[in-house]
């Protein structure tokens, strides 16, 4: 099962409703919307990247393990809440045609586990996004891509 349809089945299990439908909408943002029965949910996919890490692997290879292993918690967390803000703007002008907007954000940083993450909560005033969930990569330790909920108002 692929790591997308595998989250959206978590999804669907913290919804408590069955998914009914999916699909790519017309206008972009979101990147798909979910229909949970009645329930019109936009959904906006994006990734947290270490942009200096891919910077030094294509420019300054020499860089490249330095910059993976700086690349930790505290920095992740910042970097989630610029996102986040950005994509509540960027939601604005579509926030009325959805009975809420989810943003699903997928890592493959090394550096970075769902375990630090667990107890994380994003502490923004948010207007826009109703559940922020993480995408991990494949983690050995629980034999999937972890998804954890960081936020739900």
Known sequence: MGVFTEAMY??????????????????????IV????????????????????????LHEP???????VQYG????????NEIISEKEEKLLPVVNQYDAIFLL????????????????????SLSILRRIYLLFS?????GECPLVCIYSG
């Open 10 to 31: 978590r999804i669907e299990r913290d919804m408590c409703e069955p998914i009914t439908s999916w699909s790519i909408p017309v206008q972009d943002p979101p990147d």
């Open 73 to 80: 918690e505290d920095i992740a967390k910042t970097k989630l």
């Open 138 to 142: 494949y983690e050995p330790a629980y």
């Open 34 to 57: 979910v229909n949970f029965g009645a329930k019109k949910i936009g959904v906006e996919i994006t990734e947290l990247v270490n942009y200096k890490a891919l910077h030094a692997q």
């Open 105 to 124: 954000v997928h890592t493959d940083e090394p550096a970075l586990s769902s375990d630090q993450f667990r107890n994380w909560r994003v502490n923004l």
């Open 62 to 68: 020499e860089r490249y393990g330095a910059e993976l």
